[in-house]
């Protein structure tokens, strides 16, 4: 039948709770007008005020939380970060940590009402880093999901530069599904289907593009040399929360870059979990337990 064209974001949410057994949760999308005119989206799941937001990673958006946010079975906000999903697109295309996290702080004071635990992975986890050291009062506890400054990244940017190249505009969302399996990326062909359809928007000429501004940057920013890793290890030392360091045990973060933010930041725990770099997809119900037993913990 090819890629879904339904107009609702959460036409997929049934299907993905009776895979877990679980309830349909409450899900809307969230818009807040930032000082600069530039709008952040969100969605939150749930009935209630979240006391949890989870941050994505680089060229992801916050879909890519749904089975996570379905299993933690409580209110979630999940944001997608400025230049991702329905977030607008910066005019300098700078989408580091510190650009990123001011946008984080607006939305966390606009739309929750307590100090969150703060879930981020990879860029997300920086991003958060920035958050929670800035910003003390917004944050309960911070876990940080297969990242630390400056890691080696080798791994992934040769296939997603090989992804990326070329055009970027599509005919149809089937050619991005059938380029996306043929360089490995995605599961089974209906969970491809649906980050295709969740993460391209059809323009007005009938064309299909990526959501995110990453894909339109990503052949020149992925040869870029590795950026200064300084400020993001001075985020991670500044944080006064609890830290937990999540290790994908197949992604990128090795024994040895955990045992260095071991080194800087005595304190804070580190989770090893059976995973790939995006352990929100491909180990959703471990991650979430971690969560909920932060949760729990706060009452």
Do not use: C
Not at 123 to 150: F, K, M, Q, Y
């Amino acid at each position: 039948m090819g890629v879904m064209t339904e107009t609702s974001e959460f036409s997929y949410l049934p299907g993905q709770a009776q895979a877990l057994s679980l309830p349909v949760p409450s899900a809307e999308r969230l818009s807040l007008t930032l000082p600069d005119g530039r709008e952040l989206s969100a969605l939150h799941y749930g009935d209630g005020v979240p006391a949890i937001t989870l941050l994505h990673g680089a060229g992801l958006n916050a879909h890519t939380w749904d089975n996570t946010a379905l299993l933690l079975q409580q209110p979630v906000l999940v944001i997608d970060l400025a230049g991702h999903g329905d977030s607008s697109w910066r005019d300098d295309a700078d989408y580091t940590a510190h650009t990123l996290a001011p946008d984080v702080a607006l939305a966390l004071e606009a739309w929750t009402s307590q100090p969150q635990i703060l879930v981020g992975q990879s860029l997300g986890g920086l991003t958060a880093a920035a958050v929670a050291s800035t910003h003390p009062e917004l944050v309960r506890e911070l876990i940080v999901v297969d990242i630390t400054p400056g890691i080696d990244t080798s791994g992934g940017p040769a296939a997603l530069r090989a992804f990326y190249e070329g055009p970027t505009d599509f005919a149809t969302r089937d050619q991005l599904v059938d380029r996306a399996m043929a360089l490995g990326f995605g599961g089974t062909r209906p969970e491809t289907e649906r980050g295709v359809f969740l993460n391209t928007r059809v323009r007005t000429d009938g064309r299909v593009e990526w959501k995110h501004h990453f894909a339109h940057l990503a052949a020149k920013a992925l040869s870029a040399p590795t950026p200064e890793s300084g400020a993001g290890w001075a985020d991670l030392a500044g944080v006064s929360a609890p830290l937990t360091l999540v290790r994908a045990t197949r992604g990128f973060v090795s024994e040895a870059d955990a045992e260095e933010l071991k080194r800087r930041v005595p304190d804070a725990r580190i989770v090893a979990i059976d995973a790939t770099h995006n352990v929100q997809e491909t180990a959703p119900a471990e991650l979430a337990e971690l969560i909920r037993a932060a949760a729990d913990a706060v009452g």
